[in-house]
C-alpha cells in the first residue's frame, strides 16, 4: 500500500474529492476498514454537494443549505474521529449505505 497504512488512507478519505479518490487508488481492496470510510466518506460527500445545490431554491433554500451542512460537518468531524480510533461503527443516518464493495 506504498506505505500507508489502514487508518492513514481512511483518514484520508475524508479530505475531499481528492482525498477520496487517491484513498480510492492506494486502498488494498480486501481492507475492509478502508472500504468502510470510503462508503462514509462517499455519502459524506454527496451530502455536501446536495447541500450546495439546494441553496438556489427559493425561500427555505439557504437555511436548508446551511443545516445540511452543519450535519455534514458533524459527521465528517465524526467519521475522521471514527477512522483515527479504528473504529467501524456506523455514522448515524448514512452508516448503513453501501456504494463500494
Keep these: 500500500m506504498n506505505g500507508l497504512n489502514s487508518r492513514t488512507v481512511a ?3 475524508y479530505i475531499t474529492w481528492i482525498g477520496w479518490v487517491f484513498a480510492l487508488i492506494v486502498r488494498n481492496p ?3 476498514f478502508v472500504t468502510h470510510h470510503l462508503n462514509q466518506a462517499l455519502m459524506i460527500n454527496i451530502i455536501r454537494c446536495a447541500a450546495s445545490l439546494i441553496i438556489f431554491f427559493p425561500i427555505f433554500g439557504r437555511l436548508a443549505s446551511w443545516i445540511i451542512g452543519v450535519g455534514a460537518l458533524a459527521l465528517w468531524l465524526l467519521g475522521i474521529y471514527r477512522a483515527y480510533k479504528w473504529s467501524t461503527e456506523p455514522l448515524p443516518i448514512i452508516g448503513k449505505a453501501r456504494l463500494i464493495d
Excluded: K, L, Q, W
Design 11 to 13: 483518514i484520508i478519505s
Design 30 to 32: 480486501r481492507d475492509a
